[in-house]
């Protein structure tokens, strides 16, 4: 089935360390996004990538890092600089063949410890 | 800054109702319009998208866009305790990039 696999779903980080979480997805989409959701709050971007090899800083870039090495992939690293990491992150992709429209994997949930 | 604007709720209806959830945004270079429903701890789900000025309808969802307003709104009609969730809408702005814009979302509460 064609879709967006993020791993790991649930993650524990001690302090000071970098964490790395994977997204993949095999809807041969051009655009991939990192969202963070904190508890109670709306999808706030991380970074996008709208082709290989090419990614821009959306609204809280600091603290994390991407790459885009494969169109199927767009993994993001948190590192021990972001402070408060603790949140639901959401890895997107979209294609302009869909309107653009949006789709979401399943998310994974990152545990400061 | 280019906003979208939601009440957060919570919204309550009774079963059977019709629920109406708003949204506004900022920029009027926004061409595409998506709502989605996101359950506690998952990840949201695409209900709908729009983009032209008037009515989309899909079984019991209604997309309805005002472009001049800059209002989009999702009517879902006989509302069911099981589409209790929370609604986001999100704006497609064009310009240099393709980016999405979500609001906040509204928290809908059905209730039996």
């Known amino acids: 089935d064609g879709g967006i696999t993020q791993s790991p779903k649930y993650l524990f980080r001690k302090e000071g360390q970098n964490v790395t979480l994977s997204c993949e997805q095999n809807?041969?989409?051009?655009?991939m996004y990192w969202y963070r959701q904190d508890p109670g709050q709306g999808l706030r971007l991380i970074y996008y990538?709208?082709?290989?090899?090419?990614?821009q800083k959306g609204d809280i870039a600091e603290g994390y890092s991407v790459s885009r090495e494969k169109k199927e992939s767009f993994p993001l690293t948190v590192t021990s600089a972001q402070k408060n990491p603790t949140a639901f992150y959401l890895c997107?992709?979209?294609?302009?063949?869909?309107?653009?429209?949006?789709?979401f994997g399943e998310g994974s949930w990152l545990t400061v410890v | 800054q280019k906003e979208v604007e939601q009440n957060s709720g919570p919204l309550s209806v009774p079963e059977g109702a019709i629920a109406s959830l708003n949204c506004t945004y900022s920029?009027?270079?926004?061409?595409?319009f998506f709502w989605y429903r996101q359950y506690s701890g998952k990840s949201p789900e695409l209900i709908m998208f729009?983009?032209?000025?008037g009515d989309k309808e899909d079984g019991r969802f209604t997309a309805q866009l005002n472009k001049a307003s800059q209002y989009v709104s999702l009517l879902i009609r006989d509302s069911q305790p099981s589409d209790s969730a929370t609604y986001l809408c999100?704006?497609?702005?064009?310009?240099?990039?393709?980016?999405?814009?979500f609001g906040t979302g509204t928290k809908l509460q059905v209730i039996p």
């Open positions: 999100a704006a497609l702005f064009s310009g240099g990039y393709q980016k999405v814009t």
């Open positions: 729009i983009y032209s000025n």
């Open positions: 920029d009027r270079g926004s061409q595409s």
């Open positions: 809807l041969n989409h051009d655009a």
């Open positions: 997107a992709s979209s294609t302009p063949g869909s309107g653009n429209t949006i789709y």
């Open positions: 990538s709208q082709i290989v090899n090419d990614f």
